[in-house]
């Protein structure tokens, strides 16, 4: 067994067991920024091709797969939307944070995507070969100002092409784009546990661009398997301190046309790599030998993708026998993406109980979390069973009994596990003071079998899992910002307990992250601070 084993069990078992450093504090003065700075690289802005009408959230959870292209402008429309800043948070709600966020340094920022704290170590950077709109080269994202930063000049997407090996999706596109990670931009605040959470971040990007890119007909598809060490060189990263988690290759509209470009020549541009270094803010950067040990198992085979139907062995069952509940037909989610994505938030203790959540909302964000099941990625097989199966607590819902259910995926209703007031339960085994979990109406629990996974395709599988249920949990965002529900996602729970009470510990079960919803009290107290126009 690979040590990915061994983390998933630490990470599994930390609410009982620390994982080391036990004692590791935060040096909040000194944290990296969110994002990277290159000085002196050239760099220009993004077009925002906005929106249309039509590309709602419905369509892009549930529409059909897309044949469109990218433009520029619809490009720089859907980096803004995921991952550019658009509004300042300073709501007063129950995060431990509260206190700094008035100050213009310590300011929370919005954006479209989720981050595990808040903290989106994620780097972007678009590969852009002959045939795109800009001169070829490597670019980085710059999300506070939404700019392209050009980090090297010429044609590398040979380069690209060459990592991916046989991937069908990268053989007509030469424009990809690479999502990066150096850990220390969560590591210095989650430490060992960053790995866990930056895998799901990556997840939840990758779920906002396949439902924004949908919305306007266009599919994504992402490569989590390629020569990592290979691209990161490229790249200019350090193999020690920064990862390459996901390559996402872009169907271009080349002369006005939304249809691809011919073929791109198989070209490598040998040695060529990215020069500039990033300058890094903090004074101190640690490093952690538990996280650079799963980084390292995560590398092996990264090259070798598993073959068709690898992942067989791990993938969900269907609910397990029980009575079962019907819901009504999922409320319509027929609300702009890009506005859906503006007016997502956490709820952070605004939940209230007073009146109990619409059936139908929590229907449509039910089916929303198991249309995420799969991430299109080189290795799922289309229309195979999702990695996960959703558990439900039920607290407050009109028509439901309060209990503890298993989504159905095939009907869409509920199979009880158990009738019973779990509000205690929920509340004992969370570990922070920023929700009131009583209060949420619903808490949806995925569960993945992350052991059988790593069976089935090696310690980089680890990555695969994690990214899936992040997936998840940004559809349940997306989807109940479009149904007017609040909600919020924590991982701060203690995943033995769940997995007990969901009688999945003897099938190698393991619950991932918390996810809630419901109303939240009427005229909250909060600020608007919109950098762009909503």
């Not at 002196?40 to 709602?56: I, N």
């Not at 598993?306 to 319509?332: E, F, H, K, Q, S």
Request: with cysteine; charged share 20%; aromatic share 10%.
């Amino acid at each position: 067994m690979g040590y990915a084993h061994e983390y998933a069990t630490a990470v599994m078992w930390r609410g009982r067991t620390p994982m080391e450093p036990a004692d590791f504090v935060p040096d909040w003065a000194d944290r990296p920024r969110k994002g990277k700075f290159f000085p002196g690289a050239p760099s220009f802005p993004l077009p925002d091709g906005g929106c249309a009408d039509d590309a709602t959230v419905g369509r892009g959870l549930f529409g059909e797969r897309g044949t469109g292209a990218f433009t520029l402008p619809l490009l720089g429309a859907m980096l803004r939307d995921s991952y550019g800043l658009t509004g300042r948070r300073l709501a007063v709600q129950a995060n431990s944070d509260l206190g700094s966020l008035p100050f213009h340094t310590q300011a929370n920022w919005s954006r479209g995507t989720a981050s595990g704290g808040g903290l989106y170590p994620i780097g972007i950077h678009w590969v852009s070969g002959a045939e795109g709109p800009l001169t070829p080269g490597v670019y980085y994202y710059d999300t506070p100002h939404h700019r392209l930063a050009r980090l090297l000049s010429g044609d590398v997407s040979g380069e690209v092409r060459a990592c991916l090996g046989d991937l069908a999706e990268a053989s007509d596109t030469d424009q990809y784009l690479v999502l990066g990670v150096t850990f220390w931009q969560n590591a210095f605040k989650y430490n060992s546990f960053g790995y866990h959470a930056i895998t799901m971040d990556i997840g939840a990007l990758l779920q906002t661009w396949r439902i924004w890119a949908r919305a306007h007909g266009v599919h994504l598809g992402g490569a989590l398997w390629f020569d990592e060490p290979r691209l990161g060189r490229l790249l200019g990263l350090d193999p020690a301190e920064d990862g390459v988690f996901a390559v996402v290759p872009l169907r271009w509209a080349t002369a006005g046309t939304t249809a691809p470009p011919p073929p791109a020549p198989a070209l490598v541009a040998s040695g060529a790599r990215v020069r500039r270094a990033p300058e890094e803010r903090s004074r101190r950067v640690l490093t952690f030998p538990t996280l650079r040990r799963i980084h390292e198992a995560t590398l092996e085979g990264a090259a070798d993708r598993p073959a068709p139907g690898a992942l067989d062995p791990a993938l969900a069952v269907p609910a397990g026998p029980g009575d079962r509940v019907p819901l009504p037909g999922p409320a319509a989610l027929d609300t702009p993406v890009r506005r859906a994505l503006r007016e997502r938030r956490s709820s952070f203790g605004r939940f209230t109980a007073r009146a109990p959540l619409d059936a139908a909302r929590l229907s449509a964000v039910l089916a929303a979390s198991v249309a995420a099941g799969t991430l299109d990625s080189d290795v799922e097989t289309p229309g195979s069973a999702p990695l996960t199966r959703l558990f439900v607590f039920v607290n407050h819902v009109s028509g439901v009994r309060a209990g503890l259910y298993e989504y159905d995926r095939d009907d869409g209703g509920l199979v009880r596990v158990k009738t019973a007031d779990f509000t205690l339960f929920l509340q004992e085994h969370y570990f922070l003071a920023n929700y009131n979990l009583e209060q949420a109406a619903a808490v949806l629990v995925p569960v993945a079998r992350t052991h059988a996974v790593l069976d089935a395709v090696g310690d980089r599988g680890y990555r695969l899992v994690n990214a899936v249920v992040g997936a998840a949990a940004q559809a349940v965002y997306t989807a109940a910002s479009a149904a007017g529900t609040a909600c919020g996602v924590a991982l701060g729970f203690d995943c033995v307990a769940y997995a007990e009470e969901f009688g999945v510990t003897g099938q190698g079960g393991v619950p991932l992250l918390i996810m809630m919803i419901g109303n939240e009290g009427p005229r909250p107290a909060d600020y608007r601070y919109d950098i762009v126009a909503p």
